[in-house]
Every structure is written in C-alpha cells, then in structure tokens.
C-alpha cells in the first residue's frame, strides 16, 4: 500500500477540499487556518491534497463515461454482453491498480490473486451461460425450421421455398446454385 501523507492521515483531506471548493478559499487560508486549530499542514501539502483529489475525480468521472458508454453500446445486446463487458472492466482496473506499483513486494499478493481468480471464474461462468444460451438457441432454430419443413411440405411448397425459409430461419447461406436460381428469377 502506498505511503499516505500528512494530511490523509490527520484525516483532513475532504474537509481541505470542502474548504476550497465550498468555502472558496485560498491554500494559503486553508493551511493557516488549519494551522491555528493546531493541525501539521502546509501550503505546498494542500495544493498536493488538491491535486491529488482532481485526480482521483477525473478518474472517477473516466470510469464512469466509460461504464455510460459500455452500457450505451451494449443496450440492446443480451444482459450476459453487459456482465462480460464488467468483467473486463474490472480486469482492467485491477491490472492498472497493480502496475501502480512499481515494487509489487509491498502488495498483498494472496488478495491480488484472489481478485485476479474471481474476476477469471466470473469470465468462465459468462462463457459457459452464453455458449449455452447459443446451443439452447441454435437448437430451437433447427427445430423450427424442421417443423416448417414438415408443414410446408403437408401445405405443397416447392423444395426451393422449403429450402429458403429454412435457411432465413437458421441463418445459413442458400446452396450456391440454389441461390443463384432464385436471383435469376427476380
């Protein structure tokens, strides 16, 4: 864990920024007056605190247009897309937390690990609902068409309308030469 400084650990930070930004004053006024109620701080430790603090918001508000638009793109695809995409995103952050450090001896690697083997088995559960769901679908779409088959025969439909309302149900490709003969006849 990084070293927290002065001022974190007096536990001083929001209530500098709620000075700056609500109260409007100055990082001089603010370390003065902090200074007279008897606290360690300077004027350079506040605008480091300040910094700081526009930091961490800036990354806040990046992850949060980045989640807005992830959900945006992903509206209309099925809720396993959305659970994959913050998968990934937690993957993400968690391998930038930890390339935070430069010396991974002071991180609790058994906790890394940890999240690192969660986020993982989230990965593989998404994969194994998702290639399910596409089984269980392709599955009922063959069916479909098998039926449709069946009763466009017992109906009198030609093998060539059979052959394309199955493969727009199924999603494949006509026969070449089928094909062919019907944009022929158009």
């Known amino acids: 864990m990084p070293k927290r400084n002065k001022i974190e650990m007096q536990g001083l930070v929001e209530r500098i920024v709620d000075m700056f930004y609500e109260q409007k004053m100055s990082q001089a006024d603010i370390a003065a007056a902090l200074k007279a109620e008897g606290y360690d701080v300077s004027k350079s430790g506040v605008g480091r605190t300040l910094i700081s603090h526009?930091?961490?918001?800036?990354?806040?508000?990046?992850?949060?247009?980045?989640?807005?638009?992830?959900?945006?793109?992903?509206?209309?695809?099925?809720?396993?897309?959305?659970?994959?995409?913050t998968v990934q995103l937690v993957q993400t952050k968690l391998l930038n937390e930890v390339k935070k450090f430069g010396d991974l001896s002071t991180l609790d690697v058994k906790d890394v690990l940890k999240l690192v083997g969660q986020t993982s088995a989230a990965q593989a559960r998404i994969a194994k609902v998702k290639l399910d769901y596409?089984?269980?679908?392709?599955?009922?779409?063959?069916?479909?068409?098998?039926?449709?088959?069946?009763?466009?025969?017992?109906?009198?439909?030609?093998?060539?309308t059979l052959q394309e309302i199955k493969s727009k149900i199924s999603g494949e490709e006509l026969p070449t030469a089928l094909a062919a003969a019907e944009g022929g006849a158009e």
């Open 54 to 85: 526009a930091s961490q918001m800036k990354a806040y508000r990046d992850a949060a247009k980045e989640s807005a638009e992830i959900i945006r793109a992903l509206r209309n695809t099925p809720g396993m897309d959305i659970s994959e995409a």
């Open 134 to 160: 596409e089984k269980g679908y392709r599955q009922g779409l063959f069916r479909a068409a098998e039926i449709v088959e069946k009763e466009g025969r017992k109906a009198g439909l030609s093998e060539e």
